[in-house]
């Protein structure tokens, strides 16, 4: 029981962080913040993909995705204004 609460506290917490370096990352146009997002989510959208049966639970995969790619296309965007 004690294991299964203190999962889904780190599930929790990841899910919390995630959002606030998305936020941040997007509000300060920061790409390592938004890669920091991705990976923090990372692990609770596997594990909500590959529990659920449905197109829409398969479908969680993309936010980490969209995030990685948001991180990649900033990073780029600085060094050729540079």
Not at 12 to 38: C, D, M, N, T, Y
């Amino acid at each position: 029981m004690v294991g299964l609460f203190l999962m889904g506290i780190l599930l929790w917490s990841l899910v919390i962080a995630a959002a606030i370096l998305a936020f941040i990352g997007l509000w300060k146009r920061s790409w390592k913040a938004l890669a920091w997002s991705g990976a923090a989510v990372l692990l609770p959208t596997l594990l909500i993909s590959m529990d659920g049966q449905g197109i829409w639970f398969r479908l969680a995969i993309l936010l980490p995705l969209l995030l990685f790619a948001a991180a990649f296309l900033m990073k780029h965007q600085k060094t050729q204004s540079l």
